[in-house]
């Protein structure tokens, strides 16, 4: 299915060359001067994005046309330059956008500004579809001093960041948190303002809610079926609460003490009845855990942001909870231990989200970094949310938009300054796959060990050789 999949990407992509070359200011080597055109009266651009009217990211798509593309026009205009802007949408699969994009790159063609997921930056880089913004613009300091840069926090610039090198600017992010349900708490004698200092903290209050009938204490995502939520609101969360990443020093972490650790934590919890195994099986599963805790039947949850706006929101949430605001309460997530997660931190945290980047093969780099700035502005960020609570890449916009929930302040003013994100290489996806396994075989009985070392092995069959693994 994975192969049938992916030719039908190839084919969407070939054709999608032929369409994009020459739509953009898309002739011409990636090598040539970065000053190329910078003194033209007329510009002509085009903006890219899996967002289209009507279809995938409406709201995005709507605001780029109708908001973004007109104003910025009108502010080119003012100074005497004649731009035309055009919107480049597309509501494709993720997989096969991306190799839509990979193919329009390879072959010096594609839009003038690409809108893709943070973990595609560092496979883009790495394939030199994409360039270092200082490459592509030619100019260090104009790059760096971007006034905009100072109100993204340095953890989200990680966003369009590769080997320390900025390839694009964020967009919005998420965080992701311990929720709680405090009518269960209080059953259970826990606190209402409960914020665990450690991994043996969530375990205590596990069977402290254990006591209760027809409650599951904890969830934490775990199994295939869960596919990346596994990964992203389960091992990694926990992983950099050990004190490393998935990825340190460019190798792949494998049977290693702190993989172990994770997994003897899911142990901890599955093999005990703090968490139900069957949920992390079924294909529903996730679906099911926010029902439970919506119907006070889970009392500890790992999940994103997106579960506060969106899962448990009380007049338009998939699994609606009228007293949100009141029974639902939030934690930073605790390393294992006090000051034993990564960079020394007592909390940590997982973040996604996406990145504009300037195609290198650009006409116009100099005006396709004035339109990466002016759409990264505060007041452009700010349109984009059309009064909607969200939160952003800047802070400054999220202080003003912010202020009257608490939660997703919560967020952006403690989860934020402590956050990782996910490896932007090719490898991730297998990679994920292959930690979503190991969690599946401890849920199902296998043991952490047993499950480390399988592990291993998969993680080094994906990296290709024994050399590119921290492990055993």
Not at 217 to 238: D, K, R, S, Y
Request: glycine share 12%; charged share 20%.
């Amino acid at each position: 299915m994975r192969s049938l999949r992916l030719s039908t990407a190839l084919a969407l992509g070939a054709t999608a060359t032929l369409l994009l070359t020459g739509c953009l200011g898309s002739s011409g080597s990636g090598d040539q001067d970065a000053n190329r055109n910078a003194d033209a009266k007329k510009v002509e651009l085009t903006i890219g994005s899996n967002a289209v009217k009507g279809g995938k990211s409406s709201a995005a798509a709507t605001f780029t046309e109708d908001v973004l593309i007109p104003k910025f026009v009108a502010d080119q205009k003012a100074k005497g330059v004649d731009v035309t802007v055009k919107f480049q949408g597309d509501g494709s699969d993720d997989e096969v956008y991306k190799q839509k994009l990979s193919l329009d790159l390879s072959n010096k063609s594609g839009p003038d500004l690409i809108s893709i997921d943070g973990i595609w930056v560092g496979e883009f880089a790495q394939a030199g579809y994409i360039k270092p913004l200082t490459d592509t613009v030619g100019d260090a300091a104009k790059v760096d001093n971007w006034d905009g840069w100072k109100q993204i926090p340095a953890s989200v610039q990680q966003l369009g960041t590769f080997e320390t090198k900025r390839y694009g600017v964020p967009g919005g992010t998420d965080g992701r948190v311990l929720y709680f349900n405090k009518k269960l708490f209080q059953q259970a004698g826990l606190p209402a303002d409960w914020q665990p200092k450690s991994w043996d903290d969530i375990i205590s209050a596990g069977q402290a809610l254990k006591k209760l009938s027809g409650v599951t204490p904890i969830q934490i995502n775990a199994g295939t079926a869960m596919g990346e939520a596994t990964t992203m609101q389960g091992v990694l969360p926990l992983l950099v609460g050990t004190g490393t990443t998935i990825y340190p020093d460019g190798m792949w972490l494998g049977h290693t003490p702190r993989l172990r650790q994770v997994l003897e934590f899911y142990d901890k919890i599955y093999s005990t009845g703090l968490g139900d195994p069957v949920l992390q099986r079924e294909a529903k599963g996730r679906d099911k855990s926010f029902a439970q805790f919506a119907a006070n039947k889970i009392g500890i949850l790992l999940e994103s942001d997106y579960f506060w706006r969106s899962v448990v929101e009380p007049k338009e949430g998939v699994a609606k909870m009228a007293d949100r605001d009141t029974a639902v309460g939030y934690a930073l997530i605790p390393a294992a231990r006090p000051g034993g997660g990564i960079n020394g931190q007592d909390f940590v945290s997982m973040s996604g989200g996406g990145a504009t980047v300037i195609n290198p093969n650009t006409k116009f780099p100099q005006q396709a970094w004035e339109l990466l700035q002016f759409m990264n502005s505060a007041e452009m960020v700010k349109e984009s949310l059309n009064g909607a609570a969200k939160i952003t890449q800047r802070t400054d916009v999220n202080t003003e938009v912010l202020a009257s929930d608490p939660m997703l302040n919560f967020v952006a003013t403690k989860v934020l300054p402590i956050t990782q994100y996910r490896p932007g290489v090719a490898e991730y996806p297998r990679i994920s796959a292959a930690l979503q396994q190991a969690t599946a075989d401890v849920v199902g009985g296998k043991g952490a060990e047993a499950a480390s070392i399988a592990y291993q092995k998969a993680v080094v069959a994906v990296a290709g050789s024994r050399d590119k693994v921290a492990g055993n």
